[in-house]
């Protein structure tokens, strides 16, 4: 697990996730290396791992978790672009009421 795999990681991450946004993908280019070259130049080792973990876990969240969408042309709908990577859930966490709630809630009319 090196600083570079981990560089390379985010820039797949990045590619993935913004596919299809050149302006964006570049962005992301930039601000990837701008955080590496501030980042893990200095510091002690132990403090280097940590930083290069962290690169692994916001690559691994870029490709599951950010999904671009695009405004269809004429309506007022929207197209998500998924991949293969994207985490699809299955709504069962907002199916079961909350525990707990605080408050009376009612339908406001």
């Known amino acids: 697990m090196s600083a570079l795999h981990a560089y390379r990681a985010l820039l797949r991450a990045a590619q993935a996730a913004f ?3 050149s302006k964006l993908l570049l962005a992301s280019h930039r601000e990837i290396r701008t955080q590496f070259e501030r980042n893990l ?9 940590e930083k290069v973990k962290h690169a692994f876990e916001v690559a691994k969240f870029l490709k599951r978790n950010v999904v671009q969408a695009e405004k269809v042309d004429g309506q007022e709908k929207f197209k998500l672009r998924l991949h293969d990577e994207t ?7 907002i199916k079961t009421p909350l525990k707990g709630r605080v408050g009376n809630f009612e339908k406001c009319s």
């Open 19 to 21: 596919q299809g946004d």
């Open 41 to 49: 130049g200095s510091g002690s080792v132990d403090d280097n791992h």
């Open 87 to 93: 985490e699809r859930g299955d709504n069962e966490s």
